[in-house]
């Protein structure tokens, strides 16, 4: 199961130099959303506000980004940003009512929606503070073509050498397929969506380095459901796997993306 409790202040400050893959890959979804200068964004699960400052310098000095994040360990890291338009605080995807209606050209979710276990109160709260024509941004995970990790983390689960462990502990653990997450789209009330599958190679050093990643990614919940005997097994069983994909450039792993923007009219 997934909590918000398992953070600590190193695995938020680890996040804030693992994260730049979220933030090279966030790059993209701004460019999906075409921000403008002088429009008016929300980051939904902002972590350690990189993708939030790059938002607010492309908005500029006219425009304005709030960032938004459950994690107030992160949230303390983002707010060392300090840019004039910028703003962090703490708070949920499935609550936005610090906002009013229509208070945001643009919406923003990037490597969030695969950790929200109900989707339609969240979507709801995004289409209320998006103003007519604004626009919703979201990068996740996909039941369409898992993650390598968790491919493999699958295939030992399901091996029957670990006396067995829940599918939730492997990490984006709520995962929408692209029809799905278009059924979401129409009921929370948004006109249309564009939706673009994209793969991305991650390279490790080691195997120590992607658990770490993992877990700093998981604010502490990557293999959190295990108990010590269970995760020594596992983890060891693990490493052994990916020391088996080892190139001349490290351990590469594959990620897969749903790129999606819905639109507000």
């Not at 979710?109 to 929200?116: A, G, M, P, R």
């Not at 929408?176 to 599958?197: M, P």
Request: net charge negative; proline share 3%.
């Amino acid at each position: 199961m997934v909590t918000l409790t398992q953070d600590s202040p190193a695995l938020a400050e680890h996040y804030d130099v693992a994260g730049l893959r979220q933030f090279e890959h966030g790059k993209l979804l701004l460019q999906d959303l075409g921000l403008a200068r002088g429009e008016h964004v929300l980051d939904v699960g902002c972590g350690t506000g990189r993708l939030t400052e790059l938002a607010a310098q492309i908005v500029g000095a006219a425009g304005s980004v709030v960032g938004v994040d459950p994690l107030p360990l992160r949230i303390d890291i983002a707010a060392r940003r300090r840019l004039a338009n910028l703003v962090f605080r703490t708070g949920q995807a499935e609550d936005l009512s610090a906002f009013p209606a229509g208070r945001f050209d643009a919406v923003v979710l990037n490597s969030v929606f695969h950790w929200l276990p109900e989707k339609s109160q969240p979507l709801a709260e995004a289409f209320r503070v998006l103003h007519k024509g604004g626009r919703l941004g979201i990068s996740t995970a996909t039941t369409d073509a898992p993650h390598q990790i968790n491919q493999i983390l699958e295939s030992l689960r399901t091996s029957g050498r670990f006396g067995g462990f829940r599918v939730g502990t492997i990490g984006t653990p709520h995962r929408v397929g692209s029809e799905e997450l278009q059924r979401l789209f129409t009921a929370a009330g948004f006109a249309r969506s564009e939706l673009r599958l994209r793969s991305f190679t991650d390279t490790f050093a080691s195997p120590e380095e992607v658990a770490s990643f993992n877990a700093a990614s998981a604010f502490g919940n990557f293999l959190g459901d295990l108990d010590a005997s269970q995760k020594e097994a596992l983890v060891d069983a693990l490493y052994t796997e990916l020391e088996s994909l080892r190139t001349d450039d490290g351990i590469r792993l594959q990620r897969h993306l749903i790129f999606a923007v819905a639109y507000k009219e």
